[in-house]
C-alpha cells in the first residue's frame, strides 16, 4: 500500500457502515464511491498522474472528498487559501499550471483563468480506472508558503510524507473508529488537513465540521457531538481560557483570585489528596468542552507557557505539535501521558532531529530529516538546494533546544533574533509571551529597530482598554514589569496601535507591514504624539444623551472614547444579541441587527441607534426570551452561563 488511493480503499472496504462525515450522515462506503464517481468524472475530463487540480473552498465533506480523489488519480492537489484576493488566486493558478480548480458557491463568481467545477455538483456514476504506476513518492499535494516576508514558494508533498506523517500522529495520539474530531482550521494549511480531516479518515474516525469560529457556534457544537479530539491553534486557546479569566474577574475579584489559586496550584492539591476538590472546581469546564473530550491538539505557532500549564492543572490533556508546511506539519508532538508543558516532544514516527551551532545560551538551529520532509520546492531548484544540506537534512530557520530527555523546545525564528551592539541575543517570541501577561496588553509584536545609532529592542502594543491615556499606563505598566530585569530582557521603546496587527491566515505577525505603518506614522509613539488625541464621546442631544447612557449602564462603564469598539468590553456574537435585546427594550426602538452587529465603532452604533425607528409590536428581544429556540439554546450555553463565559 505505497499511495493515498490503496489505503483510502482498504480503509472503505474495510468499515463501510462506519460514520465518516457527521455532518452529511454519511458512511466511508457512501463517502467512498462519491470518491470514486468524482475521479472517473475527472478522469473523463481528461486529467492523468502529474497534472494539478486545485481546491478552493471552505471546509466540508465535498472538499475532502474531491482531495481524495484527485490523489486516487495521481494528480496533485493544489489546496488554495480561501482568503486570498481572485488575482492571487488566478496568479497562483497559472504558475503551477493548473488545470481545473474546483470551486464552493462563494468563489463562482470570478474569472481565475482556468476552468471551473462546483464542487457541490453531484457527479454521475461511472467506472473509475485505478492509476497502478502511482509511487509513494509522486507529488501528491502542493502549498503555497504563507510566510511573512518574501516571494511564496510552493512546497510539494509526496504521498509518503502525507501517509507516513498522518499514520504517525494517528499511533501517537491512539485515533480510531470511536473518536469523533471537530474541524476548525482551515484544511488548506498542512496542519488543519493532517489534523482536521487526514487524523480522523485514516484512523476510521467520525469528523464534525464547524465553520463558524463564534463562540456561540463552537459551543453548540461541542453540546451536540461527542467530540473527543479537538484541534485549534494557540490563539484559538488562549482565547478561551482569557474569556473565562475576564469573566470571572468581571463577576467577582474574589472568585476570580480563588479561581487562580486552585488553578496555580493544583497539582500540589492533587498531591495531598485534594485531586476531588479539584476536580469539582473544574467540572462545569469539561461539562462545556464535553465529558468525551479526551485531547487538545495546538499547533501552527507557540502557546504561550503558562496557558500549557492552565490546562494542564484544569485536567485537559493538550498535546503541542511542531511542524512546518515542508515538514507535512506535525513533525514533533509532545507526550500524551505527562506531557512536559511548554515543550513540542520527540519526533514522531521516522524522523529525526538535530540542533546545530548552539549559542552560550544553550539555543541553537533547527534541522529535520525523514519521512515527513518535503523532497523540494515545486519546479523552483535553486529554493530546494539552499533549503537542503548535503545529507539531506532541511533548515527550517526555527531556534530551540533538546533537553535530557531528547524533547525539543522553541525558542523562535533566527530571522527575529535581536542582536544587540553589546552582542547579546534577544529573542522576541520571549518578550512578547512576557509582556502578554499584563491584562493591559491585547496583541504586542517585538522587533529590533535602529534608533540614535544603536539597535534597540522595540515593540508595538494594542491595548486592551483604549482609553485617552492608554499610552501613559501602559508606559508604567512596562516599567513595573520591567523591575530588576537586565536591560536586554526587556523593551526599550514602543508604539500603540489602535487597531490589530496585521497578520497572515495562518495568524502570523507580518512585521513588514508593522513596520511600514510604524514609518507611515500610523500608531502613536509618545504620550504627547498630537496625531492621537483621544476624545470623549458626549451627547450632543437629549437623544443620543439617553443611548449614551444606556450603552454605559449595560457595559457597566463610565465613559466612552471615540476609537472604541463593542469588542473592547469583551463582548461576543451572543453578548451583541443580548445587549441589543436590552437597548430596544430601554429606548423602545426597533434596532437592524446586521447594522448593529457590523458598526466598527462605538460611535458609529450610537449612529445606528439614533437613526432606528420607534418600536411597536415586539423587537428582536422577543425572538431571543420568548422564542422556540430558547430552551435549545439555553442547553447549549448553560454551562457556560453558569461560569459566566457567555
Known amino acids: 500500500m505505497s499511495n493515498f488511493y490503496s489505503i483510502a480503499k482498504a480503509l472503505a472496504e474495510k468499515q463501510p457502515q462506519g460514520l465518516c462525515f457527521v455532518d452529511r450522515n454519511q458512511t466511508y462506503g457512501e463517502a467512498w464511491r462519491l470518491v470514486l464517481a468524482r475521479a472517473a468524472a475527472l478522469q473523463a475530463r481528461g486529467v492523468q498522474k502529474g497534472d494539478v487540480v486545485a481546491i478552493l473552498s471552505k471546509n466540508s465533506p465535498e472538499w475532502c472528498l474531491t482531495f481524495t480523489a484527485i490523489l486516487s488519480l495521481g494528480a496533485l492537489a ?31 463568481g470570478a474569472d481565475y483563468g482556468v476552468e471551473r467545477i462546483a464542487i457541490e455538483a453531484a457527479d454521475a456514476a461511472a467506472p473509475f480506472t485505478p492509476i497502478e504506476e502511482v509511487e509513494e513518492n509522486d507529488p501528491a499535494a502542493l502549498f503555497y508558503t504563507s510566510g511573512t516576508t518574501g516571494a511564496p514558494k510552493v512546497v510539494q508533498l509526496t504521498h509518503k510524507n502525507i501517509l507516513q506523517t498522518t499514520l504517525a500522529c494517528i499511533k501517537h495520539i491512539s485515533a480510531g473508529p470511536d473518536d469523533m474530531f471537530i474541524t476548525i482550521l482551515p484544511l488548506y494549511h498542512v496542519y488543519g488537513l493532517v489534523a482536521g480531516f487526514l487524523g480522523a479518515y485514516l484512523s476510521g474516525a467520525s469528523v464534525v465540521f464547524q465553520n463558524s469560529l463564534k463562540g456561540p457556534d463552537i459551543i453548540g457544537s461541542l453540546a451536540q457531538h461527542p467530540i473527543t479530539v479537538f484541534s485549534a491553534v494557540p490563539q484559538m486557546w488562549e482565547l ?29 492539591f492533587r498531591h495531598v489528596g485534594l485531586g476531588a476538590l479539584v476536580d469539582k472546581i473544574f467540572y462545569p469546564i469539561h461539562k462545556v468542552f464535553g465529558l468525551r473530550l479526551r485531547l487538545l491538539l495546538c499547533g501552527g505557532s507557540r502557546l504561550a507557557a503558562r496557558y500549557c500549564l492552565y490546562y494542564k492543572h484544569m485536567g485537559f490533556t493538550l498535546i503541542e505539535g511542531y511542524g512546518l508546511t515542508e515538514t507535512t506539519g506535525p513533525i514533533c508532538g509532545s507526550r500524551v501521558v505527562n506531557p512536559t508543558p511548554i515543550c513540542v516532544g520527540k519526533p514522531l514516527g521516522h524522523n529525526f532531529v538535530e540542533v546545530r551551532d548552539i549559542n552560550a545560551d544553550g539555543i541553537g538551529e533547527i534541522w529535520l530529516k525523514g519521512d515527513s520532509v518535503m523532497p523540494g520546492y515545486y519546479r523552483n531548484p535553486e529554493a530546494t538546494q539552499a533549503a537542503f544540506d548535503a545529507d539531506g537534512w532541511f533548515r527550517t530557520g526555527d531556534l530551540g533546544f533538546l533537553d535530557k530527555n531528547g524533547e525539543l523546545h522553541i525558542s523562535g525564528r533566527s530571522k527575529n533574533v535581536i542582536v544587540l551592539d553589546s552582542g547579546k541575543n534577544v529573542y522576541p517570541e520571549d518578550l512578547e509571551a512576557f509582556y502578554l501577561k499584563s491584562p493591559l496588553v491585547a496583541e504586542i509584536t517585538v522587533f529590533g529597530r535602529r534608533l540614535n545609532s544603536r539597535e534597540t529592542v522595540y515593540a508595538v502594543v494594542v491595548p486592551t482598554f483604549k482609553t485617552r491615556d492608554c499610552y501613559a499606563r501602559l508606559k508604567e505598566e512596562f516599567k513595573k ?154 442547553n447549549f450555553y448553560n454551562p457556560f452561563i453558569e461560569l459566566g463565559l457567555w
Open 240 to 268: 478561551f481560557f482569557d474569556r473565562l479569566a475576564k469573566k470571572l474577574r468581571g463577576e467577582s475579584r474574589l472568585k476570580y483570585k480563588f479561581f487562580m489559586f486552585v488553578l496555580n496550584h493544583a497539582p500540589s
Open 78 to 108: 493544489l489546496l488554495l487559501d480561501t482568503n486570498l484576493r481572485a488575482d492571487m488566486h488566478a496568479e497562483m493558478l497559472r504558475h503551477v499550471e493548473t488545470k481545473f480548480v474546483y470551486v464552493s458557491k462563494d468563489f463562482a
Open 481 to 634: 514589569m520591567n523591575h530588576g530585569l537586565p536591560t536586554y530582557k526587556i523593551i526599550g521603546d514602543f508604539a500603540v496601535s489602535y487597531d490589530a496587527l496585521p497578520r497572515t491566515s495562518t495568524q502570523k505577525v507580518q512585521n513588514h507591514l508593522v513596520l511600514k505603518n510604524l514609518e507611515a506614522g500610523v500608531y502613536q509613539v509618545s504620550s504627547a504624539d498630537p496625531n492621537f488625541v483621544v476624545q470623549e464621546i458626549t451627547a450632543k442631544s437629549p437623544e443620543l444623551e439617553r443611548i449614551i447612557g444606556a450603552l454605559k449602564e449595560f457595559l457597566d462603564v463610565d465613559v466612552f472614547y471615540t476609537n472604541q469598539t463593542l469588542s473592547d468590553f469583551t463582548v461576543d456574537s451572543l453578548d451583541y444579541l443580548i445587549l441589543l435585546a436590552k437597548l430596544e427594550h430601554r429606548l423602545k426602538i426597533r434596532v437592524n441587527p446586521s447594522q448593529f452587529m457590523s458598526a466598527p465603532t462605538l460611535e458609529a452604533l450610537i449612529e445606528v441607534l439614533a437613526a432606528s425607528p420607534s418600536l411597536s409590536g415586539g423587537g428582536i428581544q422577543q425572538s431571543i426570551f420568548t422564542g422556540k429556540i430558547t430552551t435549545r439554546t439555553y
